[in-house]
């Protein structure tokens, strides 16, 4: 699997120009990616610097022929003309989608900071590995209350996962109508595999980062940084503040991977753009081997 996160701000450019076909251009020439996934991705919003007051995610659908695109918009509206706007996260993936979830994450009230509703958006897949939770998320940046509050609900939601894993439902009743499969009641692909991505707002130093890395629960589950797995010994390359500095003059790394600790000895490269300018956090990508080919396994790549 070959994915790709990145904080797009809504496909707007340090240029100013809002540009979705760009950002997919910067994307592929990164790789040959499976998974997309986006943060700030937005639906109807004119007054966005540049304009985004056009359907993003199916703007992106059109340009990825092949793929599904999952939108979960953390913040669902009507403007002041009665429009629908929407404002989230996407998974654009060609691999198959076994299950969607998207789960609210906790606004606690803080009234001294600026803030919006965040979300976490997840998609199992269908992979070489068996089914892996592929979850993307964007934590708030002003609050570190409501940070700290989504980090750990962030946690909770991979714990409970783990946990449906361990110790799946039981099996639906014949009585209650129809093949099980064809009830909601039917089977789920339950698994501890997952890969957490997105924009977390913290840096290394934040309580959030150590938070996310605590014990996940059974079958060793447990969520670590991809990077430390690729590059033991280098320090975390940058992701945000490389070239925009409205929001302070030292780049830091905001925006992660973390894998659970199953899919940890697959991790064969993570890297990230330090060039583009087409957002203003730098896309972070995540290669993982495949399990079939020969010495996949332990094989993390420097």
Not at 10 to 32: H, I, Q, Y
Not at 160 to 165: K, P, V
Not at 186 to 196: E, F, N, S, V, Y
Not at 282 to 287: G, I, K, S
């Amino acid at each position: 699997m070959k994915l790709v996160t990145w904080n797009v701000q809504w496909f707007c450019g340090l240029d100013g120009r809002v540009d979705v076909a760009r950002v997919v251009d910067t994307a592929r020439a990164m790789t040959d990616f499976d998974v997309l996934c986006l943060q700030e991705v937005a639906v109807g919003y004119p007054g966005l610097a540049g304009d985004a007051g056009f359907d993003q995610p199916a703007r992106l659908a059109s340009l990825l022929p092949g793929f599904s695109v999952v939108f979960g918009a953390a913040t669902d509206e009507l403007g002041p003309d009665g429009a629908r706007r929407q404002f989230g996260n996407l998974i654009a993936t060609r691999l198959p989608v076994l299950q969607v979830r998207h789960h609210p994450l906790p606004w606690p009230a803080d009234p001294a900071a600026s803030s919006m509703p965040r979300l976490c958006t997840v998609a199992t897949l269908a992979t070489t590995q068996g089914p892996v939770r592929v979850m993307t998320t964007h934590l708030e940046y002003f609050s570190g209350r409501q940070r700290h509050a989504q980090a750990q609900a962030l946690l909770a939601l991979h714990r409970e996962a783990c946990a449906l894993a361990e110790h799946p439902p039981k099996p639906v009743p014949d009585s209650a109508g129809g093949a099980p499969e064809d009830t909601p009641f039917g089977p789920k692909p339950h698994t501890a595999r997952a890969i957490l991505c997105g924009d977390f707002n913290s840096g290394l130093a934040h309580p959030e980062y150590a938070l996310l890395q605590s014990d996940g629960g059974p079958g060793g589950s447990r969520l670590v940084d991809a990077w430390r797995v690729a590059h033991p010994d280098v320090p975390h390359a940058p992701t945000f503040r490389v070239f925009d500095k409205r929001y302070g003059k030292t780049p830091t790394a905001f925006d992660f991977v973390f894998v659970s600790e199953g899919l940890a000895p697959f991790v064969r490269r993570v890297a990230v753009n330090l060039e583009t300018r087409a957002s203003d956090h730098q896309p972070v990508l995540l290669e993982l081997a495949d399990p079939r080919a020969p010495g996949a396994r332990g094989r993390a790549g420097r």
